[in-house]
């Protein structure tokens, strides 16, 4: 592939009208730092901030920054100006469009120095993160920074060459703050209950264990938003990049496959300002928590129970996994019964159409998302979507069975290995301990799920204690011993 025939600002002229999301683009300067340069915010935050600069102006440009030591996909975005596009996968067809709003990439650690630039910029007045629930380095039974991680044992001994998002927080901010530069916001679009309240906490314990002055300036001068963010996003194949590239005529190493749906709820807490994201359909709300807790609970917590039953059962993706109908009626029946009841949302947020919305998602053919992209970090992922309702339920002494089967497909997932016999890896930062777990408990029912439960990590102690969810996660383990399809079968039958 020639230099010429790849995607750059240069060739942008070429393009057609209709792979553009707008006409009268000027190139702006960077106003958004993002932390966490994935699949995701590309086909999302970074979606709304171009069309919110074609609609109103603004220098809202981003630089995306790489936290993993990669340097791979610095070197592909950057090969093509920043530039890359959006593939839009749905029954009606597949739509493509080129996106501007990124200007620059970097890749830590090797691009600190300049990072540290940008973070001090006065013009970069966000800095928004999707770096998972893992990424915040948060110790979950206290909600503060975990000082038991290496990172952050790193980051506190060089405090001014971070490496984890907490201590580079820490230090631009400390950097800002000495130079009377006014605080960026901090925007959190991860998937994690109270995602802007809870960066807060861990970047305040952070910021106490090195200047309490500080911290107290954080906590009183620095604006951490909550938000939901909603948009089924796999990772990039090789035919979306074949797809990406016959429709522009150009080679894009790196496009973005992703549905047509998308939704962003926001609290409006943006001293610095933001771009004018309710202009091109963001919801600027006073609380984020009802339209939260709905898609946790509603969307990610299904989204896991079929994955870890698929990776057991065989199905590869979540189309194929809800086309076998006693899914469908479990996951139905799973929303309608145990999860929607649990919520409390605006009179104009119809749960039960919401429930029908995403299972037409959920059978999106042309998405074919991977069950197990979604199956990774589940020891990070299945307290909030999944033991939140259980307590919530528990305590109103309701039944849980079906939200039981999801925890228990976790459980037996673990041991790495599907009905078939054939094998697959554990990804998840406590890998090495919840496989130990699972091998520890040897093959009885009881002993695995007591061993799990025993996770102070994952289960609180009044959670654990639960004798309710020890005979729910018993019989639903006994019942995935037989087979992950019976499983399914058996509970769709109780529905």
């Known amino acids: 592939m020639n230099a010429k025939s790849r995607l750059s600002r240069d060739a942008l002229a070429s393009i057609e009208e209709i792979y553009l999301l707008g006409s009268g683009w000027r190139d702006a300067s960077i106003g958004i730092v993002h932390l966490g340069i994935g699949n995701f915010h590309r086909a999302h935050e970074a979606v709304y901030t171009e069309e919110a600069m074609l609609a109103a102006g603004g220098d809202w440009a981003i630089c995306g920054v790489t936290l993993q030591g990669d340097v791979t996909k610095r070197e592909a975005l950057m090969a093509q100006d920043g530039l890359y596009s959006v593939v839009e996968r749905g029954p009606e067809g597949v739509k493509t469009n080129v996106v501007r709003a990124l200007r620059e990439v970097l890749a830590m650690p090797h691009d600190r120095i300049r990072l540290s630039e940008l973070l001090a910029n006065t013009n970069v007045r966000i800095v928004s993160l999707t770096v998972t629930e893992k990424g915040y380095c948060r110790d979950p039974r206290s909600g503060e920074v975990d000082f038991a991680h290496a990172g952050v044992a790193h980051d506190l001994h060089h405090s001014t060459e971070p490496d984890t998002v907490p201590g580079i927080l820490f230090a631009a901010l400390r950097a800002r703050r000495d130079a009377g530069i006014a605080p960026f916001t901090v925007l959190s679009c991860d998937n994690l209950s109270h995602n802007g309240a809870a960066l807060r906490q861990v970047v305040c314990s952070y910021a106490r264990a090195l200047d309490a002055d500080l911290a107290a300036w954080i906590e009183h001068e620095v604006a951490f938003p909550s938000t939901m963010v909603d948009r089924i996003v796999p990772s990039t194949t090789d035919a979306d990049r074949d797809a990406a590239s016959s429709a522009l005529g150009l080679y894009d190493a790196a496009p973005v496959p992703c549905e047509p749906f998308r939704q962003w709820v926001i609290e ?228």
């Open 268 to 495: 409006d807490r943006f001293p610095a300002g933001r771009p004018a994201w309710d202009r091109v359909g963001v919801q600027l709300v006073d609380d984020v928590m009802p339209f939260e807790l709905a898609k946790l609970r509603m969307l990610n917590a299904t989204h896991s129970t079929l994955a870890y039953l698929s990776m057991l059962a065989g199905f590869k993706t979540i189309d194929e996994a809800i086309s076998f109908p006693p899914m469908r009626t479990l996951i139905h029946s799973m929303m309608t019964h145990e999860i929607a009841p649990t919520l409390t949302v605006p009179a104009t947020f119809d749960l039960m159409a919401y429930r029908d919305a995403l299972l037409e998602r959920y059978s999106n053919p042309a998405l074919k998302h991977r069950c197990a992209q979604i199956a990774m970090d589940g020891s990070q992922k299945i307290p909030p979507r999944l033991l939140g309702t259980i307590s919530a339920r528990l305590k109103r002494g309701e039944s849980i069975a079906r939200l039981a089967l999801g925890v228990a497909a976790w459980f037996v997932f673990l041991r790495g290995r599907a009905d078939d016999g054939s094998t697959f890896p554990i990804s998840d930062p406590m890998a090495a301990r919840l496989t130990s777990l699972t091998k520890t408990a040897g093959n009885t029912t009881e002993g695995l799920v007591d061993a799990m439960l025993g996770c102070r990590e994952v289960f609180d102690a009044e959670l654990a204690a639960s004798a309710n969810l020890r005979h729910e996660l018993i019989a639903a383990v006994m019942q995935l011993n037989k087979g992950a399809r019976a499983a399914i079968e058996h509970a769709a039958l109780q529905a």
